[in-house]
């Protein structure tokens, strides 16, 4: 009769000694800047529905900047072209051959998109959508500008220097779609900005869904489209008018408001720290020396060569 053989861990049995931990979790105090400016909070459904109000109203937008691109890449090869039968026939004829002229002359078509405007004509919308970050941040900060009445006084009299280009009225962030976040972090503060100081005519800032930039980018025929705007006299803004009555319009308070005491809002941020504190000094101190001597070596085999 064999006997019976346990496989299982014995009760008494000690287990293996761990490994201390390197870092432990801590938790510090970060006190939130009060001159933080929020993105305004749009629920999914209404961001959904100006997303497909936009695809709408850029209908044909897109055809027509892919004709025009198309019809731009063939006006430079057809100059390309021409450039280079011409140096030929110098070529040519500083070398003793005789050209012969046939009646054909060189032609440079100086607007090659004529045919393609006749085509697809040049859709309205666009003289009122601006597109790009830098675009619109461009616009921004010229409307803020213009907020200060800037006066140049000649003989011929005073002569307002404000901008002359259409104000924005609305502004479309691609949120979620932008990485890293701080491409944008600007836009809510720009706006602010000009709200505070003209707060009977805002500029809303309206959140689109995730992966929407994409969606707007295929729209308009172009490669990127993270953030897109209307000036005031784009004739689809009424068609928002009742979607973005719910969105609030965000501002900087503090520009046009007297002194006021900010209640203190304390957030516990959760990081870690070495367990020892010493020993991690020392340990850093250590691969700075030992950086510094492999360093060194390097350029002092560099020499020797």
């Excluded at 280079?84 to 070529?91: E, H, V, Y």
């Excluded at 691969?287 to 510094?292: D, I, L, M, Q, Y």
Aim: with cysteine.
């Amino acid at each position: 009769m064999s006997a019976r053989i346990h496989t299982h861990t014995s009760n008494r049995a000690k287990p293996p000694p761990r490994a201390p931990p390197e870092n432990k979790v801590v938790f510090k105090s970060v006190l939130e800047s009060p001159y933080r400016i929020h993105w305004p909070s749009v629920p999914l459904n209404l961001q959904n529905t100006i997303l497909a109000r936009l695809l709408s109203v850029l209908e044909g937008v897109s055809e027509y900047n892919s004709a025009r691109d198309k019809a731009h890449r063939d006006g430079k090869r057809v100059r390309r072209d021409s450039s280079a039968s011409r140096t030929k026939k110098k070529l040519k004829a500083h070398d003793g051959i005789a050209v012969q002229n046939d009646g054909i002359s060189d032609l440079v078509v100086d607007n090659p998109s004529a045919d393609t405007v006749a085509i697809h004509p040049k859709p309205p919308i666009l003289e009122h959508v601006i597109v790009g970050i830098n675009e619109v941040t461009r616009r921004l900060e010229s409307q803020i500008r213009g907020l200060r009445t800037a006066v140049k006084v000649s003989s011929e009299g005073a002569h307002s220097l404000s901008d002359s280009r259409r104000e924005i009225k609305v502004v479309f962030v691609c949120r979620d779609d932008i990485d890293p976040p701080l491409l944008i972090s600007h836009i809510p503060h720009l706006i602010g900005t000009y709200n505070s100081a003209r707060p009977s005519e805002p500029i809303k800032t309206v959140s689109l869904p995730k992966d929407s930039e994409g969606t707007l980018a295929n729209a308009m025929g172009l490669r990127k489209a993270a953030v897109l705007a209307f000036d005031v006299d784009c004739p689809a803004i009424d068609e928002f008018q009742s979607l973005l009555q719910s969105i609030s319009a965000i501002a900087a308070p503090w520009l046009t408001t007297g002194e006021q005491l900010v209640p203190t809002h304390i957030k516990q941020l959760r990081t870690t720290a070495p367990v020892d504190m010493k020993a991690s000094k020392e340990q850093r101190i250590a691969g700075r020396k030992a950086a510094k001597q492999a360093k060194k070596g390097k350029s002092e085999a560099a020499v020797t060569i």
